[in-house]
Nanobody, 125 residues
């Protein structure tokens, strides 16, 4: 069974940085696509970024392009989301997600079958 555990969230001032980590276990992930989503209060969960487990084919929502970077460390079975130049509108619970199949364009919540518990990111103005 896939287990995903996020960490690295917290409170940061606008313009600051955070790095989220997603530790994955329970499977061999070489054929997986990994994603990061976020959900702000009163809003639907939205796609942020995705990457193939091999580290190829990163995709981002337009609002984070140039500020966020998704990456994977196969040796540590961990996926990261480096977030720079954070804005108050980035405030949300961030979730890691996994989907068996290598496809760089999975962007819907229904595309992903396994989810972490989420980590809170709060950006103050």
């Amino acid at each position: 069974q896939v287990q995903l555990v996020e960490s690295g969230g917290g409170l940061v001032q606008a313009g600051g940085s955070l790095r989220l980590s997603c530790a994955a276990s329970g499977r061999t992930f070489s054929s997986y696509t990994m994603g990061w989503f976020r959900q702000a209060p009163g809003k639907e969960r939205e796609f942020v970024a995705s990457i193939l487990w091999s580290g190829d084919s990163a995709n981002y929502i337009d609002s984070v392009k140039g500020r966020f970077t998704i990456s994977s460390d196969n040796g540590k079975n961990t996926v990261y989301l480096q977030m720079n130049s954070l804005k108050p509108e980035d405030t949300a619970v961030y979730y890691c997600a996994a989907r068996y199949l290598r496809y760089s364009r999975f962007r819907l919540t229904d595309d992903y079958h396994d989810w972490g518990q989420g980590t809170q990111v709060t950006v103050s103005s």
